[in-house]
């Protein structure tokens, strides 16, 4: 389900059903290196998007966090922290971050929730179709990641 309202009240209908929620991780930079973190959000963006679609009713999608890549790596913790507090204690089982930012793998040992990291796809010049059919494929594989997150109890 994503973060608008319609989806939110099919939510509230049957939230105990609904133990997922996965929070996108979009880094922002004004640097050398914005280019590259505009293409990791719109990438993580258009994934999240196609991931709802294939999840709805298990999931929650949130709007995602975005955080400039000069936060220090402990106000980073400390949010993550919070979003993992307020979310397991409103009733998710499986809270999982989703990134293109490989910054995010030195720190996934400090949180509960699992974190989900995929190279960022370069999109920009690819076709609208190729372009579907390329997140598809990744869909596809986060299929199995998420149904053997579900199966072991992580």
Request: no cysteine; charged share 25%; net charge negative.
């Amino acid at each position: 389900m994503k973060w608008i309202s319609q989806d939110i009240d099919m939510y509230l209908k049957s939230k105990e059903y609904v133990d997922t929620a996965v929070l996108p991780l979009f880094p922002v930079s004004l640097r050398d290196d914005i280019k590259q973190t505009a293409a990791m959000s719109e990438f993580i963006s258009l994934l999240s998007i196609q991931l709802e679609r294939q999840f709805r009713g298990r999931l929650v999608m949130f709007p995602g966090y975005s955080y400039l890549k000069s936060f220090p790596e402990d106000k980073l913790i400390s949010d993550i922290k919070l979003w993992e507090k307020e979310l397991t204690e409103k009733g998710f089982k499986h809270v999982l971050y989703l990134t293109s930012d490989s910054s995010w793998k030195a720190l996934e040992s400090q949180f509960d929730g699992g974190l989900i990291w995929l190279p960022s796809l370069p999109l920009e010049h690819m076709d609208e179709q190729y372009k579907n059919t390329i997140l598809d494929d990744q869909v596809k594989q986060l299929l199995q990641l998420f149904l053997q997150k579900w199966q072991s109890g992580e």
